[in-house]
């Protein structure tokens, strides 16, 4: 055996050393070409020069995810899960094309209604206690009489019940939620009454044990003294022992939309929520930030074209959230990997499913979301959960564009709404679905949008969020 100093260890030694060398060197140039951002042209195109390795669910699955999760530190773990996309969905969608048909546009909704649109008389003139409450509070006339004497001897209201009896869909928790938000604005506005939900017995199961989240919402109510009651109002009406010109109850009026009566009720609900679910941390929280004396905590440095000047600005809490079933968002994962390479965003942002949420999860999802990517479902009923300055973007499928619900939603929330509809024109297309079985199969289609698009849209958020941010933290 020959030494270690003889000539030919030498040469071996050394050609070991170049062999080590250049496999550093192929290592290292394929490292760089894996993080090559994706960059938007002129034209809006997003150009990946790693295509292979974005629109590839396994290479990205290995190559990002086991990096970027210890360094996320402003979501609960819960929201960390990193659910699988759908492999064999994606050949079926390009997300990087360009020219995916579709429509980008803001919504602009009410963010309050007057009472006589939310309800109808059940017992007792509404309209006339509406308006007592309004002149002896100062708050001025809301409801339809507008010449209240405030100083009219009148009988208090003592009993508040809020039924659903009008509701023919109260079957879908969405729906039953149109009822319970506006149920709250009048409760809140007969605060020194008693409140109760009133539910048909043949419908209290449906509405109690249907979702998580309407369960969820009846614990709500009960830990704000509002219990849910299997009775109909004749029922609520003998029960109360007192004075029944003291009664009031009104039935929701079924609009298929979301409405309140004051701007801050649904900030009011959020508040009143967190505390019952035991998410006390959250009651003062937005912006990323607790009140106007805590440090900004979320912010980016930014440059100048000369590299040498820097400014601070906040960085948003950016989530998708995507659907196991119909709706889909394809390519979940590859977006949250373009929006971090192109915002230069220091985590990849969370893909979430609320299906395996429970309700508590589900209400602190939305208090850690700043701007939310999603399709269209009824996992956004918990937008009134979302901190102020918050936005949302939908993602519509083509053929069924019904932007008005859940930015109605927004809207009495403060959450600002903007919307990407899979076609060319919402309207007309989302009226050609003549039957049943068209207007199903559009709305159960899974969604193929275009990432500049999506892209386009976060920053949009994103400067409005920070707008808003400043205004509400000079």
Known sequence: ??????????????????????????????????????????????????????????????????????????????????????SSRLDECNILDATIPHVFNFTNYPRSYEPKRMFRDGFGNFSEAWDQVDAASGRGVAGANASVDRNTSIVPIKAVGCSLADYKNAHHFPHQMEIVYRCWSLWRHFPHARHALLIRPKMYQKFVARSAFSSGMKEVLTKNNIPVRSENTRAFKRA???????????????????????????????????????????????????????????????????????????????????????????????????????????????????????????????????????????????????????????????????????????????VNHTYIYLGMDRIAETKNMSSHKDAETARSASLCAPAHSMVEAVKIQIERWNSCCESQHP
Not at 52 to 70: E, F, G, K, L, Y
Not at 281 to 305: A, F, L, W
Not at 372 to 400: D, K
Request: hydrophobic share 40%; with cysteine.
């Open 240 to 414: 109360y022992k007192g004075d029944w010109q003291e009664v009031l109850i009104v039935f929701a009026k079924q609009t298929w939309d979301f409405k309140a009566a004051r701007e801050d009720d649904m900030d009011n609900l959020r508040r009143s929520a967190l505390p019952a679910l035991g998410l006390h941390r959250y009651v003062d929280q937005y912006c990323g930030r607790m009140d106007p004396t805590e440090e900004k905590h979320r912010s980016m440095t930014i440059h100048n074209e000369e590299g040498n000047d820097s400014t601070r600005i906040e960085l948003p809490r950016i989530v998708i959230v995507n659907r196991k079933t119909r709706r889909q968002l394809l390519g979940a994962h590859n977006m949250s990997s373009i929006l971090q390479d192109e915002l230069k965003l220091p985590y990849k942002p969370p893909v979430l499913y609320f299906e395996t949420l429970s309700f508590k999860e589900q209400v602190e999802a939305f208090n850690n979301v700043d701007i939310l990517l999603s399709p269209h479902g009824a996992h956004l009923t918990g937008i009134p959960f979302m901190q102020r300055c918050s936005s949302v973007i939908e993602v519509f499928p083509h053929g069924y564009g019904g932007v008005d619900y859940f930015g109605s939603l927004s809207a009495i929330s403060g």
């Open 1 to 86: 055996m020959p030494s270690s100093n003889t000539p030919s260890a030498i040469m071996g030694g050394a050609n070991t050393y170049r062999v080590i060398m250049a496999t550093a060197i192929i290592l290292a140039l394929m490292n760089f070409r894996l993080s090559v951002s994706v960059t938007s042209t002129a034209s809006s195109q997003l150009v990946d020069a790693a295509t292979d390795d974005v629109t590839n669910p396994r290479v990205m699955a290995h190559r990002i995810i086991p990096h970027w999760n210890r360094n996320i530190t402003d979501f609960p773990s819960f929201m960390l899960q990193w659910p699988a996309d759908e």
